[in-house]
């Protein structure tokens, strides 16, 4: 992983308290990942939801970008101990995937998956009700390709390498399987709050 950017600073009481254990507040947006961004041209892009094998949806950009929007404000947490506080995401969410393709999530855990093969484990239960989003832009722009764009998953609440960049698609498996950094000795679900960084926390 590589980063940039990340200054930190002493919180005040305000940012106290939305500081999980651990974390400082940063005004950057250190950017991380395990090599150079890919270059996606979304001519090419497809997003696929897939239960194991067999797909069930897939969307090109054209029509994944006519379904409808959603936009949301908050904090966001990496792993590397730096929070961002107030970004702006727009997107959309997990629930609306799942109305566009007419189907009810067929397991309770699946794989985020994305173009530079990197992939990590999220629960059902942390992407419905409004949860997490396929985010394309972010602060009013569209997602810039070392944030992860054109479009990432965005799971504000647990830290942020679950929030897959440049994602391709979302797998349905039947148990919990470990990902990219999962399988390195990060932990399964990743709760900042409980500072989950590593399997044995």
């Known amino acids: 992983m590589s980063t940039r950017g990340f200054t930190g600073r002493r919180p005040g009481a305000d940012a106290a308290r939305r500081l999980p254990p651990g974390q400082s507040e940063t005004d950057d947006f250190p950017v991380l990942s395990l090599g150079p961004a890919p270059r996606i041209d979304t ?6 939801l897939r239960h194991g094998s067999r797909p069930l949806k897939i969307w090109n950009w054209e029509e994944f970008n006519a379904l409808p929007r959603t936009t949301w404000r908050g904090d966001i947490h ?5 929070s ?3 970004t702006v995401w727009e997107g959309v969410t997990f629930d609306d995937l799942l109305a566009a393709a007419g189907i009810a999530a067929p397991t309770a855990y699946l794989l985020a998956q994305s173009y530079d093969d990197y992939d990590t484990n999220v629960p059902v239960a942390d992407l419905v009700n409004g949860q997490a989003m396929v985010a394309t ?10 944030h992860g764009g054109p479009a990432r998953l965005l799971v504000p609440h647990l830290y942020f390498w679950k929030s897959a960049k440049w994602v391709s698609g979302l797998k349905f498996t039947e148990r919990d399987e470990a990902g990219f950094w999962e399988l390195r000795g990060y932990h399964m679900r990743g709760d900042p709050w409980r500072e989950q960084r590593y399997s044995d926390d």
Request: net charge negative; charged share 20%; aromatic share 20%.
């Open 43 to 48: 001519a090419n892009w497809r997003f696929t």
């Open 78 to 82: 990496c792993v590397t101990t730096w």
């Open 84 to 86: 961002k506080f107030d």
């Open 137 to 146: 832009h972010f602060n009013g722009a569209p997602l810039e390709p070392e």
